[in-house]
């Protein structure tokens, strides 16, 4: 999809940028979905949106998904002090009015942000973005992986990344447990194996383990099952926007694509 550099609104001195990398940069790495959002003690509506930070140099990236579409760029941290970098790239999508315009609203506060804070509560952590000239305020909880079963939409076949059949195959899944296993179904098998995850780095990688030893599947259920467990053995890293997961390789070849299974589905 093409891609279109947000107005020269978004530009920051960049004074702000220089130096060495900033003091508490590290307690926002992780992926964040939106849960309330404030201009002037007025609560906006909206149905969907993250944000995603990850160590990039001598700042940081932030990616995610604003409402309609998906978005990345840079920012910088040091304390409480937010910057974001030069413009944030976003898909081009279109959609409902009411999501354009809550998408619009999202971006001029995040590219805006002067003020950011991590809080605890509990096992429960939360983020919170500052926008002082438009008095707004952005709060986000921790997502994790492990908050929802993944279930498969594309994997790498050859050299392209092709669609999954959703009618002649059930689709292969993906659930993470706190104990550092994974599980699922692959295609024709169900199986279990261990996984390693960096938040920090957005690393993950699988050991592959046991699997049910059933050979009963239509023969395009088989090959995508070995597809499956071919491309997952190869994983590095993963990134999530809004409700999908992407699994890449080593050199940053897309192994695999979920999306969150429906709640009313577990």
């Given at each position: 999809m093409k891609k279109v550099i947000l107005?020269?609104?978004?530009?920051?001195?960049?004074?702000?940028?220089?130096?060495c990398k900033a003091k508490g940069a590290d307690l926002v790495f992780g992926d964040w979905n939106l849960i309330q959002y404030n201009i002037e003690g007025n609560a906006i509506n909206f149905s969907k949106a993250s944000v995603s930070f990850a160590a990039e140099g001598n700042g940081l990236k932030v990616s995610g998904f604003s409402g309609v579409n998906s978005f990345s760029g840079s920012c910088k941290i040091d304390g409480r002090k937010f910057?974001?970098?030069d413009g944030f790239a976003t898909t081009r999508m279109a959609g409902r009015k009411e999501d354009m315009e809550f998408e619009r609203s999202f971006l001029n506060s995040l590219a805006g942000a002067d003020g950011v804070e991590v809080k605890s509560e509990g096992e429960n952590q939360f983020l919170?973005?500052?926008?002082?000239?438009?008095k707004s305020e952005m709060v986000f909880a921790r997502a994790?992986?492990?908050?929802?079963?993944?279930?498969?939409?594309?994997?790498?076949?050859?050299?392209g990344v092709v669609s999954v059949n959703v009618e002649e195959n059930e689709l292969p899944t993906l659930k993470f447990t706190e104990e550092?296993?994974?599980?699922?179904?692959?295609g024709v098998n169900y199986y279990t194996m261990d996984y390693s995850i960096d938040e920090k780095g957005k690393k993950l990688s699988f050991t592959l383990g046991a699997s049910t030893l059933m050979a009963s599947g239509s023969k395009e259920a088989m090959e995508l099952e070995r597809l499956f467990f071919v491309n997952?053995?190869?994983?590095?890293?993963?990134?999530?926007?809004?409700?999908n997961l992407t699994i890449r390789s080593k050199d940053g070849k897309i192994l695999l694509q979920?999306?969150?299974?429906?709640?009313?589905?577990?």
């Open positions: 107005a020269a609104a978004f530009a920051f001195a960049a004074a702000i940028f220089a130096g910057a974001a970098g919170y973005i500052f926008n002082s000239a438009e994790s992986l492990k908050d929802s079963e993944w279930v498969l939409t594309s994997i790498l076949k050859g050299d550092g296993k994974a599980a699922g179904f692959s997952i053995d190869q994983a590095d890293s993963y990134s999530v926007s809004g409700e979920f999306v969150k299974k429906p709640a009313d589905e577990k």
